[in-house]
C-alpha cells in the first residue's frame, strides 16, 4: 500500500504541459494541493460525488488536452453510475485514479464499501471501461504515471493507499467563483502541442 | 392554431442559435423529440445519463471547458440533482436545465405527485432562477430568455414545461 501524498506528487512532477487535473472532496484535494498549486488544477470542496461527472464534460470540452481526475474511494461511490456514462462517452483524454484506502478518513475512519467486498476496478471494467488497473506497490508508479500521461483513454487505476489523516493543505480559494475563473482559463488556453 | 406550433423545434432552434452543443439527459417521454432533434445534428452531442445529478457536473465541467451544455430531465429528477447545484451556485456556473413536469395538471400516477409538487421549491431552496412555460406558443421565448439570463449573468435557470403544456399521459380506459 502506497502514502497518498508522496504518491499525488509523484504523479504530477511529470506533468505536461496540456494536463488539466480535477480532484474530488475532500483529501484528494488537499492531496493535489500539496504537490503544488496550479492554475490547471480544479479542486471540489463540495459536491461530493460531482467531481467524476465534472471531469467527463470538461473531457468533451477540450478534447485536444488530457484530464486527470484523481479522487477517492468514498467520492467515487457516491456516484458510480458515472463510471458507465464514462465507459459510454468513451473520452480518450479522460484518465481517472481512484485514492483507494478503504475509509472515510475525513469523517473519523469509518469504512467504505471497498474495506468490504467492492472492488472498483472490477466496477469500473464491469461499467466497460476497458483499460483499468490496481496499484498496490511503488515499483508500479513510474508505469502508471506514463499510462495517465499518454494511454488512451478511458482509463482507470484503483490505487490502494493507506488510510491516513494528514494534515488539511487549502487550495488557492475558498471561494468558488475565484477558483473557477482562474481554472478555466487555464483550461481554455491553448497550448502547443507537446 | 397553437396546434400547429412545434414546441420541440422551437428548444432545438434555441439551443442551436445560442450554441449549445453538449446535450445531457434523462430521458423523458417528454423531452423524447427534442433528443431525436439532437441526435439528428452533427453539431450536438447527446449524453444520456445514469442519473440526473451527473448532468449538473458534467454541463458545469463543460463550461469550465469553455463549452455549453443544456441538462433535459422530467421533474422527478430535480430532487436528484439538489446537493450538486451547490457547484454552479458557488462557482457561478452559467447552468441551464429544461424540465418537463409531472404531478401537476391531470397526473394520474400518485407516486409523481411529491416531486411534481415539490420541484419548484428545490430548484428555488438551491438559488435557481425559474422559468414556466404554460402555452406552447410562450416555450421558445422562454427557453432563450432563460439560457441568456444563465449565460449573460453566470446564473443558474430551469425552464418548467408544464404538464398542461405537454399534454398529461392517461391510462388507457377500460
Request: aromatic fraction near 6%.
Amino acid at each position: 500500500m502506497l502514502n497518498r501524498r508522496p504518491l499525488v506528487e509523484f504523479l504530477l512532477a511529470e506533468r505536461p504541459d496540456d494536463l488539466l487535473v480535477v480532484s474530488g472532496l475532500g483529501s484528494s484535494t488537499w492531496d493535489v494541493t500539496a504537490a503544488g498549486d496550479d492554475p490547471r488544477n480544479f479542486c471540489f470542496i463540495g459536491a461530493m460525488g460531482q467531481a467524476g461527472p465534472f471531469a467527463l464534460g470538461l473531457a468533451m470540452a477540450q478534447p485536444d488536452k488530457r484530464v486527470l481526475l484523481i479522487t477517492g474511494d468514498g467520492e467515487l461511490l457516491m456516484g458510480l453510475g458515472v463510471l458507465a456514462t464514462i465507459a459510454n462517452e468513451d473520452p480518450m483524454n479522460l484518465a481517472i485514479a481512484v485514492m483507494d484506502n478503504g475509509a472515510y478518513v475525513e469523517t473519523g475512519g469509518q469504512a467504505t464499501a471497498t474495506a468490504g467486498r467492492t472492488d472498483l476496478e472490477m466496477v469500473a471494467k464491469g461499467a466497460g471501461i476497458s483499460a483499468t488497473r490496481t496499484v498496490r506497490d511503488e515499483s508500479e508508479l513510474p508505469a502508471l504515471r506514463d499510462w495517465f500521461y499518454t494511454a488512451s483513454g478511458p482509463v482507470l487505476a484503483n490505487i490502494k493507499i493507506v488510510p491516513e489523516a494528514l494534515p488539511l493543505v487549502f487550495p488557492h480559494s475558498f471561494d468558488g467563483v475565484t477558483a473557477m475563473n482562474r481554472f478555466r482559463d487555464a483550461a481554455t488556453t491553448e497550448v502547443a502541442a507537446g | 392554431m397553437s396546434d400547429t406550433i412545434n414546441w420541440h423545434q422551437d428548444i432545438f432552434d434555441v439551443l442551436l442559435e445560442q450554441n449549445f452543443t453538449l446535450i445531457a439527459h434523462v430521458p423523458d417521454a417528454g423531452h423524447t423529440p427534442l433528443i431525436k432533434m439532437c441526435e439528428a445534428n452533427n453539431g450536438m452531442e447527446v449524453v444520456t445519463l445514469t442519473t440526473e445529478e451527473e448532468g449538473v457536473g458534467l454541463v458545469s465541467g463543460a463550461w469550465a471547458g469553455g463549452r455549453k451544455g443544456v441538462l433535459l430531465m422530467q421533474s422527478s429528477g430535480v430532487g436528484n440533482c439538489a446537493n450538486a447545484l451547490a457547484l454552479p451556485a458557488i462557482c457561478r456556473i452559467p447552468f441551464l436545465t429544461i424540465v418537463s413536469m409531472r404531478g401537476e395538471w391531470g397526473e394520474f400516477i400518485p407516486w409523481q405527485m411529491p416531486m411534481g409538487q415539490g420541484t419548484p421549491g428545490v430548484l428555488e431552496a438551491m438559488g435557481v432562477q425559474l422559468f414556466r412555460a404554460d402555452e406552447k406558443v410562450e416555450v421558445g421565448a422562454t427557453v432563450a430568455a432563460a439560457a441568456h439570463l444563465a449565460h449573460n449573468t453566470r446564473a443558474s435557470a430551469a425552464v418548467l414545461l408544464s404538464q398542461k403544456m405537454i399534454g398529461a399521459k392517461q391510462f388507457s380506459e377500460g
